[in-house]
């Protein structure tokens, strides 16, 4: 599990063969868990300089090559009592945005994100969603696009700065929209009412 917030910035030495090679100051440990780019993937070999990590042939399918290139977000997997900031992200990419329009104001940038209009329903004005690893609040939502503010210190410190329109983007929706669907989904598939225990199991999810 990780939370959206990056550790650093780290630099894609080489990637075929599913195997990818970042230099990076973080040290882990072979096994570990870290999201690069918002893709939870298992580290197994450890560098001077970095580490390695293995990509399956389904995630590089789904991500585009350009994900695992030059500078990358990484965020390690939360440790029991880690503070828990930002919001609950799995590192499972739902599907990939593609930025059709960005304005710039005095305190911010706003970035308008396309998606998969069957995502839409998983985005949420004033949830949490996470864009290439990186926890952020969804302000507006339109019919197949949704648009983000992002604030200064974001925009120093993550690749938001080198996006334009075009750039695609991995998108991680919020987690627990899509279990109350499925939820809801097998209530209707078994022509059942929600019960007021159903209702208040929803409830603690979040």
């Known amino acids: 599990m990780f939370t959206g917030l990056i550790r650093e910035m780290a630099e894609v030495k080489s990637f075929q063969n599913g195997k990818l090679r ?3 100051n973080f040290k882990p ?5 870290i999201a690069v780019n918002g893709v939870c993937l298992t580290v197994t070999k450890i560098y001077n300089d970095g580490f390695e990590l293995k990509v399956a042939k389904e995630t590089a399918n789904i991500v585009p090559k350009e994900k695992f290139k030059g500078l990358v977000h990484i965020e390690p997997a939360m440790q029991m009592g880690d503070r828990f900031e930002g919001h609950i992200v799995q590192g499972h990419i739902d599907c990939i945005g593609e ?3 960005i304005k710039k104001y005095k305190d911010g940038i706003d ?5 998969p209009k069957e995502q839409i329903k998983y985005i949420v004005p004033k949830g949490s969603i996470a864009i290439d690893g990186v926890s952020l609040t969804v302000n507006e939502v339109f019919e197949d696009s949704f648009r983000l503010t992002i604030i200064p210190h974001t925009m120093q410190n993550t690749l938001f700065n080198s996006y334009k329109i075009g750039s695609k983007v991995n998108i991680e929706t919020d987690m627990f929209a899509r ?9 209707q598939n078994s ?9 208040d199991a929803i409830n603690m999810s979040y």
């Open 111 to 115: 970035f308008f994100i396309k998606v």
């Open 191 to 199: 022509k059942k009412t929600l019960s007021w225990q159903d209702i």
């Open 99 to 101: 930025i059709i329009d």
């Open 29 to 33: 440990k072979i096994g570990d868990s």
């Open 22 to 24: 970042l230099k990076a």
């Open 179 to 187: 279990y109350i669907e499925h939820i809801l989904n097998q209530k």
